[in-house]
């Protein structure tokens, strides 16, 4: 079920930069204010990166600060351009996170749940979806053991 709400080309921008230049560690996305599209909120802060576009920051912190912005009582939308080790070598996926909390508004939850195939088509080339409906379902080492389990 579509629930009629735009994706703004402004998300498929900062997505196109994170998954193609690195530019930024994650993207968060919003329903707008006036129910007619989904937009960019935030995105990382870019002078996070060194000059080759890896972050200078251990990945457990950067991902801390992504979940932090998530907020308590309202749906979310994000990409995070995941760093992590496995066998050795240094991987990289890009996840598409669906936030719904418990907490939040039936309204809310309901329009997050009907635009998400939008907005998930529009963003081509993640590797993984998650979706996590409180804080425990976002951490990082939960995080990793889906993603080390899908891509083995």
């Given at each position: 079920?579509?629930?009629?709400?735009?994706?703004?080309?402004?998300?498929?921008?900062?997505?196109n930069?994170?998954?193609?230049?690195?530019?930024y560690?994650?993207?968060?996305?919003?329903?707008?204010?006036?129910?007619?599209s989904?937009?960019?909120?935030?995105?990382?802060?870019?002078?996070?990166?060194?000059?080759?576009?890896?972050?200078?920051?251990?990945?457990?912190?950067?991902?801390?600060?992504?979940?932090?912005?998530?907020?308590?009582?309202?749906?979310?939308?994000?990409?995070?351009?995941?760093?992590?080790?496995?066998?050795?070598?240094?991987?990289?996926?890009?996840l598409?996170?669906?936030?719904a909390?418990?907490?939040?508004?039936?309204?809310?939850?309901?329009?997050?749940?009907?635009s998400?195939?939008?907005?998930?088509?529009?963003?081509?080339?993640?590797?993984?979806?998650?979706?996590?409906?409180d804080?425990?379902?976002?951490?990082?080492?939960?995080?990793?053991?889906?993603?080390?389990?899908?891509?083995?």
């Amino acid at each position: 079920m579509s629930s009629g709400i735009a994706v703004s080309d402004e998300c498929i921008d900062r997505f196109n930069e994170l998954r193609d230049e690195h530019k930024y560690k994650f993207v968060i996305y919003k329903i707008a204010d006036d129910l007619k599209s989904i937009v960019v909120e935030s995105t990382s802060d870019d002078t996070a990166k060194d000059a080759s576009g890896n972050s200078k920051e251990e990945p457990e912190d950067d991902y801390e600060k992504f979940i932090g912005r998530f907020p308590e009582n309202d749906g979310r939308y994000a990409v995070y351009d995941f760093d992590y080790t496995r066998d050795g070598g240094k991987r990289n996926k890009v996840l598409f996170f669906t936030w719904a909390p418990d907490n939040a508004p039936v309204k809310s939850k309901m329009l997050y749940a009907s635009s998400k195939k939008d907005i998930e088509q529009r963003l081509t080339g993640t590797a993984l979806v998650i979706q996590a409906t409180d804080k425990d379902d976002l951490f990082y080492d939960s995080v990793l053991d889906t993603l080390n389990s899908r891509f083995r």
